[in-house]
């Protein structure tokens, strides 16, 4: 497996069963905790009841004012408990989605950049080298004396070349596996050579292989509609002569087989009259390089590149083709959302409180009804549009969320507890524009809170009117 087709560092995954172990260990310990709290200030109150044995008067008052305080904290932390129950198994139930989620995007990365990896073809231009005799001059020392010693020396140098017409065409398939992308290219070059020295005559055309080729077949290189023979195996240079003043034309033609993407590179050398043709012919195809070719053709099942220069350029950078895979957008977001789930939940949970009575079991089914919407926003968020899958299941849950009120003032309060608490806060957390949703959300929530408690606007029990 790839590297970077991993989990996101440091979250509990469930899935593991060490966490797993782990998980149940801290909750067994929490719930102990809780227990002797309470059990504790049973026996306090039982205690400071039995100090009170002697007046009965104050004895009475005291029980059955702690009695009224114990049952209602009883109940208070019954609810505590489920929230936080709730909340608890929630964070690790959503950190170990999140992390199957994350696994899944960056395995799909892994597999787009896996199936347009591998070495490039590059082409470079040929060079045309001839050696010339250079004086220089050097210092010795002789029998104790500093001499001056003038010689002279091979030197390369190298025609600019006088025209450049390359066609290639390439076609694209995959490897055995069938994961990585391969280009076959069938290159043909003809490269015009002017000798404008005067006393210079002997040449070397030195028209070397693509790099990164898996494939060479049918390698040529012809002078003059004549093919030249390689002097030394595993060398492109190949000698002619030219007279000062005359031309000649080589022509380059192979078919190579390597990775996905060709370039042709200047090398650094000045062109002139160069025209570069490419098809692709396959889709999607773009040109590798920022300079925009003259004309880009296409018919559907083929892209032709073309750049044409017609005086003299010189190209920094390679140009060529490669394929042009779809960007692959909005990664992270869905793991964001799940992180951030339990944190919404007591958002929404806290409103349904704070606006309707709230049983236990009322809390439970909300809360399942929450983190399975979630589930299911995961899954349907690597099939569709993350968007309209959560206004789709938004729809589902405020069907569900109806039947929380025990008549229509009541339901129509946990609609707007649900559209601020939960709704919108997921909807603004896959929207770009999340800090204006996010506030929109709050707003909504402090302005149904304040009409529902501060000014009366809205009454649960109209019929007690």
């Known amino acids: 497996m790839s590297s970077f087709a991993q989990g996101i560092p440091g979250l509990p995954d469930l899935t593991h069963p060490t966490e797993l172990v782990q998980f149940g260990t801290q909750v067994l ?22 100090s009170l044995r002697r007046n009965h008067s104050e004895q009475l008052i005291f029980l059955g ?6 049952s209602q904290l009883l109940r208070g932390l019954q609810h505590l408990a489920l929230v936080l129950i709730l909340l608890v198994t929630g964070f690790f139930f959503c950190s170990t989605l999140s992390n199957r989620y994350h696994h899944w995007e960056q395995a799909k990365v892994a597999q787009v950049t896996q199936s347009v ?40 140098r ?23 992308s391969i280009y076959r290219a069938d290159y043909t070059a003809d490269y015009k050579v002017v000798n404008q020295l005067k006393n210079i005559s002997s040449f070397f055309f030195e028209a070397p292989p693509p790099n990164g080729y898996t494939l060479l077949a049918s390698y040529k290189v012809e002078r003059d509609r004549t093919r030249l023979q390689q002097t030394n195996p595993g060398e492109y240079s190949f000698p002619f002569r030219l007279q000062p003043g005359e031309e000649t034309s080589f022509r380059v033609t192979y078919q190579a087989q390597g990775g996905p993407r060709w370039v042709y590179s200047a090398a650094s050398q000045l062109l002139s009259n160069f025209r570069l043709s490419a098809i692709a012919n396959f889709a999607p195809a773009d040109f590798a390089s920022g300079v925009v070719p003259n ?4 018919d559907g099942r083929s892209t032709q590149f073309t750049w044409i220069f017609d005086d003299n350029v010189s190209v920094k950078n390679p ?29 929404w949970i806290l409103l349904l409180y704070w606006s309707l009575p709230m049983s236990l079991k009322n809390v439970a089914i909300a809360g399942g009804i929450f983190f ?30 109806w039947g929380l009120g025990s008549n229509r003032s ?33 707003l909504l929530s402090a302005v149904w809170l304040a009409v529902r408690h501060w000014y009366g606007w809205y009454n649960l029990h109209p019929e007690k009117q």
């Open 372 to 401: 399975a919407c979630l589930l299911a926003l995961t899954y349907l968020g690597r099939l569709m549009n993350a968007q309209l899958a959560w206004t789709l299941i938004s729809l589902v849950l405020l069907f569900l969320t």
């Open 65 to 70: 004012e702690w009695a009224v305080r114990y």
């Open 117 to 156: 990896a591998g070495e490039k073809l590059e082409q470079f231009a040929p060079q045309v080298r001839y050696v010339t005799q250079e004086p220089y001059t050097y210092t010795t020392q002789v029998n104790g004396k500093i001499v001056q010693v003038n010689e002279t020396r091979e030197v390369n």
């Open 158 to 180: 190298y025609l600019t070349l006088a025209g450049s017409q390359i066609q290639v065409k390439l076609d694209q398939s995959t490897d055995v596996r069938g994961r990585s």
């Open 410 to 442: 009541a339901s129509l309060a946990a609609i707007i507890c649900t559209i601020a608490g939960a709704i919108l806060p997921v909807f603004g957390l896959l929207v770009p524009f999340s800090g204006l949703t996010l506030s929109l959300a709050g």
């Open 295 to 298: 004309e880009i053709k296409g």
């Open 29 to 50: 310990k929490g719930s102990l905790l809780l227990v002797f709290l309470v059990v504790a200030l049973g026996v306090a109150i039982a205690l400071i009841s039995f």
């Open 319 to 347: 140009l060529g083709v490669f394929t042009n895979t779809d960007p692959i957008r909005h990664t992270g977001i869905i793991p964001r959302i799940l992180l951030l789930a339990p944190a919404l939940f007591l958002w």
